[in-house]
């Protein structure tokens, strides 16, 4: 059957695999010994990942977190493993930072993050942004990378100047002053408020939350992103068209030209984990409740 609907060859090992690695639902077995019978949920699954099977670079961890990103039923302990598992890659690929030898192989970390932006919109925005500031904006941006990668390390922004700029790079400011009309800012609290945010968000913290967090939690978490994501993108561009390219759209600017797979914002979900407990408040609930209703407006 998952052949003749996705075209996709499998023999029976594939499926035990699956199985094994907590991506697919147990099978039924009339007797010990006999060949396990599936369900429909099952084998609609079954399909699911033969599909994105064909990209042979994925491992059993990329399809852990894809299945969640879609609603799809994954084995607990095969989730949290790929979850930390990105997490684990991020914190070592950042390397310490605990040294001047450790903080320098962060910079040239940095500038090599730098170096590629100008292969994406993303990148290129925030050079924009960063012009007219004495130097390179290819250098001012691996000033912001690193930190960024500082920050997500220690909760410790390297210097008042270095936070100011990753909030013009990333256009983070409007979330703090753009309005439309008489509605905003998105938040309150100015610059300071931001800096206490990112200091709980480095990857131990994340971690920890991660560790405390329920299945609940974390269906809450990536419901919370997909529900707010394309919402936040689309107050950006119906921002920027308004008052033109040069504004920080609510301070969802970047969102605009950032092309993030399904992998990768399955990979980040223990992050938003930081954000439940505003979006359990009751300024949350009725800000969710609103982005809901603008839903439709945006799809």
Same mark, same amino acid.
């Given at each position: 059957?998952?052949?003749? +609907?996705?075209g996709?060859?499998?023999n029976?090992?594939?499926?035990? !695999?699956?199985?094994?690695?907590?991506? $697919?639902?147990?099978?039924a077995?009339?007797?010990p010994?006999s060949?396990?019978?599936?369900?429909?949920?099952? $084998?609609?699954?079954?399909?699911?990942l033969a599909?994105?099977?064909r990209?042979?670079r !994925?491992?059993?961890?990329?399809?852990?977190?894809l299945?969640f990103?879609?609603g799809?039923w994954?084995r607990?302990?095969?989730?949290?493993?790929a979850?930390?598992e990105?997490?684990?890659q991020?914190d070592r690929?950042?390397?310490?930072a605990d040294s001047?030898?450790d903080l320098d192989?962060?910079?040239? +970390?940095?500038?090599?993050?730098?170096?590629?932006?100008?292969?994406?919109?993303?990148?290129r925005?925030m050079?924009?942004?960063?012009?007219?500031r004495?130097?390179?904006?290819e250098e001012?941006?691996a000033?912001?990378?690193?930190?960024?990668?500082?920050?997500? +390390?220690t909760?410790e922004t390297t210097?008042e100047?270095?936070?100011a700029k990753?909030?013009?790079?990333?256009?983070?400011?409007?979330a703090?002053?753009?309005m439309?009309?008489?509605?905003?800012?998105?938040?309150?609290?100015?610059?300071?408020a931001?800096?206490?945010?990112l200091?709980?968000?480095t990857?131990s913290?994340?971690?920890?939350?991660f560790?405390?967090?329920t299945?609940?939690?974390?269906?809450?978490?990536?419901?919370?992103i997909?529900?707010?994501?394309?919402?936040?993108?689309?107050?950006?561009?119906?921002?920027?068209?308004?008052?033109?390219d040069?504004?920080?759209?609510?301070?969802?600017g970047?969102l605009?030209?950032l +092309?993030?797979d399904e992998?990768?914002?399955?990979?980040?979900l223990p992050?938003a984990?930081?954000?439940?407990?505003y979006a359990?408040s009751?300024?949350?609930?009725?800000f969710?409740?609103?982005? !809901?209703?603008?839903?439709p407006?945006?799809?």
């Open positions: 059957m998952v052949l003749r +609907k996705t996709v060859a499998l029976g090992w594939r499926f035990e !695999r699956w199985r094994q690695h907590g991506l $697919l639902q147990p099978g077995h009339e007797h010994g060949a396990a019978e599936y369900d429909d949920d099952a $084998l609609a699954q079954s399909c699911l599909e994105l099977s990209d042979r !994925r491992k059993y961890n990329d399809l852990a977190l299945l990103w879609r799809r994954v607990e302990d095969a989730l949290r493993r979850a930390v990105f997490l684990d991020l690929w950042i390397g310490p001047e030898r192989a962060l910079a040239r +970390k940095a500038a090599r993050l730098a170096a590629r932006a100008r292969r994406n919109a993303a990148g925005w050079k924009r942004r960063l012009r007219g004495g130097r390179r904006p001012e941006l000033d912001v990378y690193y930190s960024l990668l500082h920050v997500f +390390k909760g210097s100047e270095s936070l990753v909030v013009q790079a990333l256009g983070l400011g409007g703090y002053h753009d439309v009309r008489n509605a905003g800012p998105m938040v309150t609290g100015g610059i300071g931001l800096a206490d945010f200091s709980g968000v990857i913290q994340v971690l920890r939350a560790d405390g967090a299945m609940d939690d974390l269906r809450e978490a990536r419901d919370l997909q529900l707010t994501l394309p919402c936040f993108r689309a107050l950006s561009v119906l921002y920027t068209r308004w008052w033109g040069e504004g920080d759209g609510l301070g969802f970047y605009r030209d +092309k993030l992998l990768t914002l399955a990979g980040v992050v984990l930081m954000a439940l407990p359990r009751d300024g949350g609930r009725q969710m409740e609103n982005v !809901r209703k603008m839903g407006y945006f799809e």
